[in-house]
């Protein structure tokens, strides 16, 4: 039986339901047919989300239906899979998910493509895998090919480890770019997974145990859902001037499109924000891939669904990095910097007798950090370069809680307690000197956000 005959005969035998859901599914099912006859007597046949929809609401506002979901296999994943993004849970009350229903297997590895959300802004996978009972997670590698064969372009993919047979959102695709995309009728995913087994899998060599592929459709309702709500408004933020070009808002995520002014002493690194409609509900910043941020485009949760006739934005935080401080000088054989550090930072490097050199940042952790919720921000760059101006990338880079510096070298340093440290090493450096990229010099956090009304 696949998953959509197992859906199927759940959905058609309510005898076998627990007690607790007796009489709700039908219930919940005939308040979903009358709210949205006139849409689904368009859809596709294959559209099995209103049904799904009701089941979400009843999970999220009925602990008895909740605890009866428990039993029910189905119902238990699909709750568990949208709980956690606001946008993608009003997706599906919405009846906006796309059933897939395919596996495929190599290697004693199977991946199960159940679920498809797909907009102008972009593409969310719901998947699970399963396979050695040993592999404590499994790690896909994502590439989307048109029935023509050519890849998509101008997107980024985003993909995150799966918990073994634990259905997600592993795999998003988030379209960047002016030009809205022309999403084709059907596409190809071609997916790599690592098994991730104990004291087996080197975590710093990608293998792929297994190598899938998916052919589906896209279904016409959803490819062309998303729309722009122009802002063009300008804001003196913290000494810089910077505009609200406008908001594109779609099913899955939001996005907060803005433009800086180039005679601006700093360029702004990263924004922290929500937004509030006049019903006092906050959209926040980020998305459910984990993606928040595009060059100057920023994503949010996203109020497609609810359509407020009125939106503030709320500034918290920002990150600025000064211009003509983009690398930072760093002597190797004294470990100092030659220039002012980022604000709030400090800086020290050491150099092995073999050649190799670590250069490491460290600051205090964000407010709400402590020993079982380590919060980290970013400091430098994967960008370094040499004496000869030659910009290059670092391979190897960790950050870590630590209240040592250099741990079990003859340059071991006390740190102050909740500190984080950012470290960087290469081998076989020759130069006495490097220039180490900055992602920020400043840091504001505002006591009192700063607001502008948007719609």
Known sequence: MDRMEEYKALRDAPEELPPALEGAVARARARARRRRLWRRISAPAGSVAAVFAAFVLLVNLST??????????VLKELAAAVAFSPSLKAAVENDYV?????????????????????????????????????????????????PNGERLENCSVQMDSVTPGALSNAITVAFKGEE??????SLRLTCEVQAHIPDVTDAGEWTADAVVTFDFPLEQQFRGQGRTVEVNRWLEL????????????????????????????????????????????????????????????????????????????????????EKGREYLPIDLNTGEALAEPPE?????????????????????MPPGSDEYHLNFFQIGTTAYRTPDGTEHYFNN?????????????????????GYFIEEYTI????WDTIDMGLYFTRRTAFGTPVILALK
């Open 344 to 364: 709030g930072a400090g800086v020290s490097a050491r150099r092995d007798e073999d050649g190799s050199v670590a250069v490491a940042f460290y600051a205090p």
């Open 180 to 185: 809205e995309p022309q999403l084709p009728e």
């Open 397 to 417: 880079t960790s950050s870590y809680a630590s209240d040592l510096l250099w741990w079990g070298t003859p340059d071991e340093t006390p740190l102050p307690e």
């Open 64 to 73: 008895p239906f909740a605890l009866a979901c428990g039993k029910v296999p």
């Open 238 to 321: 913290d000494g810089n001037n910077i505009r609200i070009v406008d908001l594109e808002l779609y099913p899955t995520h939001a996005r907060l499109n803005l433009e800086q002014d180039p005679d601006n002493a700093e360029e702004l690194q990263s924004l922290d924000f929500y937004l509030e409609d006049k019903k006092g509900n906050r959209y926040e910043k980020g998305s459910a891939s984990g993606l928040t941020a595009m060059g100057d485009s920023y994503l949010f949760e996203s109020p497609y669904f609810s359509d407020p006739d009125s939106l503030t934005l709320h500034i918290t935080k920002a990150e600025w990095l």
């Open 98 to 146: 796309q059933y897939i229903g395919q596996s495929a297997t190599d290697n004693g590895i199977t991946v199960h493509l159940e679920y498809l959300m797909a907009d102008q802004g972009g593409l969310t996978l719901f998947l699970s895998i399963t396979g050695p009972e040993e592999a404590t997670s499994f790690m896909p590698r994502a590439t989307f090919t048109t």
């Open 427 to 430: 081998e076989n450096y020759p």
